[in-house]
């Protein structure tokens, strides 16, 4: 059976000329069907020109560009129409009560009547939350959904929960973003028995505020299920100590954003200092193909997006400024968590 994913078409910077160009770039290069939501006519109009004059995309390699022509009349695409979108600046909660017929409340209402079999949003991070949360449900045994967003480091990717869904957590909270990191590590990521560990400002257990140290007495107390290792410290994220890194959503936000910003910093001063003189330029020329292999690595878009964990239903939550090459990634991530199980296995896990 093909899996179907809905694309919340009008969501995000660059929608809905990247959303969509993503969405059947994946079509064809996944095998996957779609359901893109949206206004029709902008939705016709993007395939219609995809299929004529293609499009461009850096394919995750800074600065080189690559045409792609798709002929989007062969692949497998439903469009339901969606007279209304949700902004960025807009209070998810009331917008979403509001907008009925908005593209991201139609797109998880597709996944709920099981029209699609997952869900991929670029757009309001907090909307894509709100109308997961009340399209799907929760899984039974987890009380808040949190965001998995998964980072590369120097030998496996790491899973960092919550990145930014909920600012205020107990401790029962993090307990349960570790189950459900856990088991998308396993069965996402393939890492056998992920190591778990609590984001903290030192290892010792007694470290931290209140909610850090209650966090480790539940983790260490619930070692048969789960791989506790644990607290690490921000320097040691990247450096493949653990698997799994467990943070309230405040803490895990500005950490992602602090490391992104970290990346494009190095990026621009590399850059900078190769242009100051003749002989960095042509250092610079010669080390440029080693440059673009660790953009690569740490390029988000290689990624495409974040699973949000705890709903019942598959909800992708990709970056506002993704465009095609990201969103064909994020709907292989969703097209993985469809075929994996995962949501399946972390009510399983939490019931247990």
Not at 134 to 139: A, D, E, H, T
Not at 225 to 243: T, W
Not at 317 to 346: D, F, L, M, P, Q
Request: net charge neutral.
């Amino acid at each position: 059976m093909v899996t179907r994913i809905a694309i919340d078409a009008m969501g995000g910077d660059h929608a809905p000329h990247e959303i969509v160009a993503g969405a059947v770039w994946a079509a064809q290069e996944y095998g996957v069907a779609l359901e893109l939501v949206g206004k029709q006519d902008r939705i016709e109009q993007e395939l219609d020109k995809i299929s004529h004059e293609g499009f461009y995309s850096d394919c995750g390699r800074r600065g080189k560009q690559q045409k792609i022509k798709i002929d989007t009349s062969k692949l497998d695409i439903k469009i339901t129409h969606a007279s209304e979108v949700i902004e960025m600046g807009e209070a998810p909660g009331q917008a979403i009560r509001k907008k009925k017929k908005s593209s991201i409340v139609l797109a998880v209402d597709a996944v709920a009547k099981g029209s699609s079999d997952a869900l991929v949003a670029a757009g309001s991070t907090g909307a894509a939350m709100a109308s997961s949360l009340f399209g799907l449900g929760r899984i039974p045994g987890i009380d808040r959904p949190a965001i998995a967003v998964t980072l590369p480091t120097i030998k496996k990717p790491i899973v960092v929960i919550d990145a930014g869904a909920n600012s205020n957590c107990t401790p029962e909270m993090l307990y349960q973003f570790a189950i459900m990191g856990t088991t998308f590590s396993r069965n996402v990521l393939g890492i056998e028995n992920p190591r778990v560990g609590v984001l903290n400002i030192g290892e010792e257990a007694g470290k931290g505020n209140e909610l850090a140290q209650a966090a480790y007495k539940l983790l260490e107390e619930s070692q048969g299920k789960v791989n506790f290792v644990g607290n690490i410290e921000g320097k040691e994220i990247f450096l493949s100590v653990c698997d799994v890194v467990v943070c309230d959503g405040f803490v895990g936000n500005v950490t992602l954003k602090v490391t992104e910003g970290t990346a494009q910093m190095m990026f621009r001063i590399l850059k900078e200092a190769f242009k100051s003189e003749l002989m960095g330029k042509i250092v610079g020329l010669l080390a440029k193909p080693f440059f673009n292999k660790v953009y690569t690595r740490i390029n988000y878009e290689e990624f495409g997006g974040a699973l949000l964990l705890g709903v019942k239903g598959i909800t992708i939550i990709s970056h506002g400024r993704s465009k095609a090459y990201a969103i064909k990634n994020a709907v292989k991530v969703a097209k993985n968590a469809v075929e994996t199980g995962v949501i399946e296995k972390i009510a399983q896990y939490s019931e247990g």
